[in-house]
Nanobody, 123 residues
Framework: QVQLVESGGGLVQAGGSLRLSCAAS????????MGWFRQVPGKEREFVAG????????YHKDSVKGRFTISRDNAKNTVYLQMTSLKPEDTAVYYC????????????????WGQGTQVTVSS
């Protein structure tokens, strides 16, 4: 099990950028697949980006491809989500999640979750 703490959310104008960070503590971070999810009240949680434990496999949701980039630094036990060209529809609570496996693409595969960080994009 790992404990996850997100940071970096906030209010930004459309077209702006934010970088979310997720710091992990606990068992070997480098053995965990990591993912970023987001949720808007009243809507289902959606999988935004995922990265394998080695960083060699990466997934980005179609609507964020070319704008968001997931990365990880295993030496720092941290996963990042760089978000650029932000749009109002990116407004959501963003969650970091971990799964003790090399690669995971479904939210039901992830066992450990952070508390979330709010991202608000104004038009």
């Amino acid at each position: 099990q790992v404990q996850l703490v997100e940071s970096g959310g906030g209010l930004v104008q459309a077209g702006g950028s934010l970088r979310l960070s997720c710091a992990a503590s606990g068992r070997a971070f480098s053995r965990y697949a990591m993912g970023w999810f987001r949720q808007v009240p009243g809507k289902e949680r959606e999988f935004v980006a995922g990265i394998s434990w080695s960083g060699t496999r990466i997934y980005h949701k179609d609507s964020v491809k070319g704008r968001f980039t997931i990365s990880r630094d295993n030496a720092k036990n941290t996963v990042y989500l760089q978000m650029t060209s932000l749009k109002p529809e990116d407004t959501a609570v963003y969650y970091c999640a971990a799964d003790f496996t090399d690669w995971a693409l479904r939210d039901d595969e992830y066992n450990d979750w952070g508390q979330g960080t709010q991202v608000t994009v104004s038009s």
